[in-house]
């Protein structure tokens, strides 16, 4: 998403993060697997997993869950109800692909990573789009 973000020249007017629902790879970098994949695909994958918290409710509009545990979490830690309208699944933004949620790639071989990467290039698109159609003025870079 961020190198979208980039590409689209709304570098500065779009903050894109990651997170987690659990914090077991919090410190570490993506998998090598897939920093290889992606970086055949032109991505360089620098983020650092953190655990999602409770104030990223109020610092971003959208939070995108990949499946729907991690959907379900998001909603748990939402007590009240609050934010549920910024809480959506990551797949709903595709276009090309049916899938409902992006599958977890890493026990199986290659084949998974390239899908994982085909649909979130698809559901990025797709998210932009969106944001884009919400927020008019970043038409105008």
Known sequence: MNSLIKKEGLKDKII???????AYHAGEKA?????KHASKRGYDLTSIARKFTTD???EFDYIIA????????LLALDKEGIFVDKVSMMTSYCS???DEEVPDPYYG?????EHVLDLLEDACNGLLQKIKNENPELNNK
């Open 31 to 35: 998998d090598p697997r897939m920093r």
């Open 109 to 113: 071989g290659p084949q998974g990573f």
């Open 16 to 22: 894109c993060d990651s997170a987690g629902t659990i």
């Open 56 to 58: 990223d409710f109020e």
């Open 96 to 98: 090309i692909f049916d």
């Open 66 to 73: 990949m499946d729907k545990s991690n959907y379900s979490d």
